[in-house]
C-alpha cells in the first residue's frame, strides 16, 4: 500500500483556533500526507477568528468553553454532530487518527469501530498532570483511568519521545506505540538569528545573560518552578535577567512573580527565531510536555538547556554536554544546574553549540512518514484480518 491511497480522518480537540505545540506538529503532517497524495479530512472545533489557517479541509464539529478557570480561550469537543458524521461516510476513511482523548475523540472511537476502521492516537501531552496546577490532584488516578481505558481500545499509539514511549507502556496504556518525533524549522530556528540591537530594545545590555522561558502563559507549564528558581538565583547573587517569550492567562501572575522581568509578549516565526536566539539559557521546569518542541528550538538557536528530568526533554537533553537535567519541581537544584552558564560564559557556548549540532537529527518529512507508515502498517493488517474472515465464512457455506 502506498500513502497516496490513504485516507485518514483527523479528530483534534485544537487544530488551528489556540496556537501550540501539539497542532503545529498535526498541521505539518497533514501538509505532508497531502503532498505524499494522501485524502485527509479535519475533524475539530471551529471558531470565528482562529490564530491560523488550517492546512488540508476542516469540518467543524461541537464545542464549548472550557469549563476551567483561565483556560477560556480552549474549547471543549462535545461529541460528533449528524453533519460531522454524515460527511464521514461521504468521505470514506480507510483510517481514523484521534490526537485528543475528549469526547469527541471518544465519539470518533465509537464510529471508528462501528465501521470497522483502524484508529490510530497520537499522544501529545500529559493529560493526567493537569489536574494537580488547579488544587484537583486527587483527580489524577481517575484521569490516568479514563486514558487507560481509551487509548487501550485504539490499534496503536504514537508519541513523540522514547521517555514519554516508557511512561506509557509503564502505565499499561498500550503496547503497540511507535515514536512519532518532532522535527524544528532551520530557517527560523538557528544562532544566526541573534539579534543584538532587539535585546538592547528591551533593556538588555550586550553582557547580560538573558535566562529565557518560552511558552504559553499556564500554570501547567511550571512557571511556580521557574519563579522560585529565579528567586533563588538572586538569593545566591547569581548575575542574570529574564527573559519571557509567550502570553497567556497567567501572565499577570508570573509578572507579579517575576519583578524585573521582561515580557517580550507572543511571538511567532521569524520573530520568535530571532527572541529565541536573543536568548542564552533556555530554562523548561514544565513535565506536561510528550517532546517539548520549544526545547528543540532552543537547542537549533544556540542554547543551552536546563528542563525538568521528565517525558520529553530527558529524551532531547544530554546531561553535561547540551544542558542539564534536574528532578522536577526542585527549584534550588534547577539554580544550582542554571548558575555555572551565568557565570561561565565558555561553558554556557560550549552546551549551546552541542545542542545546536544534536538538533540538526531532527527532519520533518522522515519524521511524519514514520505516521504514514503507522497508518499503512494498521490498515494493511485491517484489511487482511477481513479477508481471513471473508474467507472462513465462504468455506463455512462451501462446505454447508
Not at 480552549?74 to 480507510?94: C, H, I, Q
Request: aromatic share 8%; hydrophobic share 40%.
Amino acid at each position: 500500500m502506498h500513502t497516496s491511497e490513504l485516507r485518514i480522518a483527523l479528530f483534534s480537540g485544537n487544530y488551528n483556533y489556540t496556537r501550540d505545540g501539539a497542532n503545529q506538529a498535526l498541521n505539518r503532517l497533514v501538509e505532508y500526507l497531502l503532498r505524499q497524495g494522501a485524502s485527509v479530512r479535519v475533524y475539530a472545533p471551529k471558531v470565528a477568528n482562529p490564530d491560523f489557517e488550517p492546512t488540508g479541509d476542516l469540518v467543524g464539529v461541537p464545542n464549548v468553553r472550557m469549563p476551567v478557570k483561565g483556560r477560556g480561550e480552549y474549547r471543549l469537543p462535545t461529541g460528533l454532530s449528524r453533519k460531522a458524521k454524515d460527511d464521514l461516510v461521504k468521505f470514506e476513511p480507510n483510517v481514523a487518527h484521534i490526537s485528543s482523548p475528549d469526547p469527541t475523540g471518544h465519539a470518533a472511537l465509537r464510529w471508528a469501530q462501528e465501521y470497522d476502521l483502524p484508529v490510530l492516537s497520537s499522544v501529545h501531552t500529559r493529560f493526567e498532570t493537569y489536574p494537580r496546577y488547579y488544587g484537583l490532584a486527587f483527580l489524577e488516578p481517575t484521569i490516568e483511568w479514563i486514558l487507560r481505558r481509551f487509548y487501550n481500545r485504539c490499534d496503536a499509539l504514537v508519541a513523540p519521545s522514547q521517555s514519554m514511549v516508557d511512561t506509557l507502556i509503564e502505565q499499561d496504556m498500550h503496547d503497540d506505540i511507535t515514536i512519532w518525533s518532532r522535527g524544528v524549522d532551520r530557517t527560523i530556528f538557528d544562532p544566526s538569528k541573534r539579534d543584538m540591537e532587539w535585546r538592547r530594545s528591551l533593556g538588555l545590555e550586550d553582557d547580560d545573560v538573558a535566562i529565557v522561558f518560552l511558552g504559553r502563559l499556564v500554570m501547567e507549564k511550571g512557571l511556580d518552578v521557574f519563579a522560585d528558581t529565579i528567586i533563588e538565583l538572586r538569593k545566591r547573587q547569581v548575575p542574570h535577567k529574564v527573559l519571557v517569550i509567550g502570553d497567556g492567562p497567567a501572565k499577570d501572575w508570573f509578572k507579579q512573580a517575576l519583578p524585573g522581568g521582561i515580557f517580550a509578549g507572543f511571538q511567532t516565526g521569524a520573530d520568535l527565531g530571532r527572541a529565541l536566539a536573543s536568548g542564552d539559557i533556555f530554562f523548561n521546569p514544565s513535565i506536561t510536555e510528550t517532546f517539548g518542541n520549544v526545547t528543540l528550538e532552543a537547542m537549533a538557536s544556540g542554547l543551552p538547556v536546563v528542563a525538568a528530568g521528565a517525558t520529553g526533554a530527558s529524551s532531547l537533553v544530554t546531561p553535561e554536554e547540551t544542558g542539564q537535567l534536574v528532578p522536577p519541581g526542585d527549584a534550588a537544584a534547577f539554580a544550582e544546574a542554571i548558575a555555572p552558564y551565568c557565570t561561565d560564559d565558555a561553558h554556557r557556548h560550549a552546551h549551546g553549540a552541542a545542542g545546536e549540532r544534536k538538533s540538526r537529527e531532527y527532519s520533518w518529512d522522515a519524521i511524519n512518514q514514520v505516521v504514514a507508515d503507522t497508518y499503512i502498517r494498521l490498515v494493511t493488517a485491517r484489511e487482511e484480518l477481513r479477508a481471513e474472515d471473508e474467507a472462513k465464512i465462504k468455506a463455512a457455506l462451501d462446505s454447508a
